[in-house]
């Protein structure tokens, strides 16, 4: 089992590269073994590309090996015709009969089918060798498909004493006051590029004027979404700039090229209909950077999976509060002068 534990990690950590690129596939990485020593490897890139398993077989410089060796992979082989072939059926026309996985695909459309089919044709099949480290690898993924939602991050920046911005009249006319430091900066601007949608409520629009893309990072930058009950946010925002935006909204109003607005009831719980929209929409994950009364709406609701929360150097005299939150710290470490901490929710 540690052998096989020791390939399976190199699979988790190719699978690793497709961050952020791979939407909305999983990622997926492979590695192909003879006598204990990998001869090709592989993860899958990018959605409608060749898959983990096919690069892998593709980098076996002697294919005459394939017969005698194992391909490990993190997640079941597809069974199905999409962008791409099978990969079950490419693994069984090369002829390996030895076939190591990290976890079964929740997507219906494989969902144990990879295996079944693998199986059927003879091979030696594996299943659940660092289940769980794979399972959160794509915990994205998982999470879209069996609770039929995104994955909700949520993240905030807090002072010292606890404050996430200061007095209303301290704000007012003013630049944004920076909580935190640049390399923190940029940590949140690489989260960005790593997440599907990213949402704020109107009054930080209002108040900030936020662009929400990623600038300080090489990536796409997310989908805004952006709740404006009445549409009170100045269309020549920063927020509809370079870029798409979602306004979920109770103001009918049409669509354009890159602003979609789609209604909801505001009168009830918006947090489920978010998720609704958003998992309508294809939207794996969601960040959730709004205010306050935001934040703690989706804490309070338990819709969320896990937070960062940064705690700058600095204090306010008085101010909005910071949300407040029950969950397991998971980690904490330091961005020059801010603490990042890493909760994660006790109940998921």
Not at 18 to 43: A, K
Not at 128 to 134: D, I, P
Not at 178 to 189: E, F, L, M, P, Y
Not at 297 to 304: A, K
């Amino acid at each position: 089992m540690k052998v096989q534990e020791k390939f399976m990690s190199r699979c988790i950590q190719l699978a690793k590269n497709g961050l952020g690129t791979t939407y909305p596939n999983p990622m997926v990485g492979s590695v192909i073994v003879h006598n204990e020593t990998i001869i090709g490897e592989g993860w899958h890139r990018k959605a409608g590309e060749p898959h983990a398993e096919v690069n892998a077989i593709r980098s076996v410089s002697d294919e005459a090996l394939l017969s005698e060796a194992t391909i490990y992979v993190s997640l079941e082989p597809c069974s199905h015709f999409g962008k791409t072939p099978p990969c079950s059926d490419l693994i069984i026309s090369k002829g390996i009969t030895k076939i190591v996985i990290g976890s079964t695909d929740p997507n219906p459309q494989v969902a144990g089918r990879g295996i079944k089919k693998l199986m059927e044709a003879g091979c030696e099949v594996v299943v659940g060798v660092l289940e769980e480290e794979c399972f959160d690898l794509n915990r994205r993924f998982f999470t879209f498909h069996t609770k039929k939602r995104p994955y909700i991050v949520l993240k905030w920046a807090q002072t010292q004493n606890g404050f996430i911005a200061p007095e209303k009249s301290v704000r007012e006319g003013t630049e944004p006051y920076w909580i935190t430091g640049s390399q923190a900066r940029q940590w949140v601007h690489k989260q960005r590029a790593e997440e599907q949608a990213i949402l704020v409520g109107t009054q930080t629009v209002l108040d900030d004027n936020p662009s929400l893309t990623v600038r300080d990072w090489k990536g796409t930058s997310p989908l805004r979404v952006i709740l404006d009950r009445t549409l009170r946010i100045p269309e020549d925002f920063n927020i509809f700039k370079n870029g798409k935006t979602l306004v979920l909204t109770e103001v009918e109003k049409a669509s354009t090229e890159t602003i979609a607005y789609e209604k909801i009831d505001f009168s009830k719980a918006f947090v489920n209909q978010v998720c609704e929209v958003l998992h309508q929409r294809d939207i794996q994950s969601l960040i959730v950077e709004g205010g306050r009364h935001t934040l703690q709406t989706f804490l309070d609701e338990g819709m969320w999976d896990e937070a960062y929360v940064f705690i700058g150097n600095s204090t306010f005299e008085g101010g909005v509060k910071a949300p407040e939150w029950k969950g397991s710290l998971h980690s904490k470490k330091h961005l020059e002068n801010d603490l990042l901490l890493h909760i994660k929710n006790n109940a998921h």
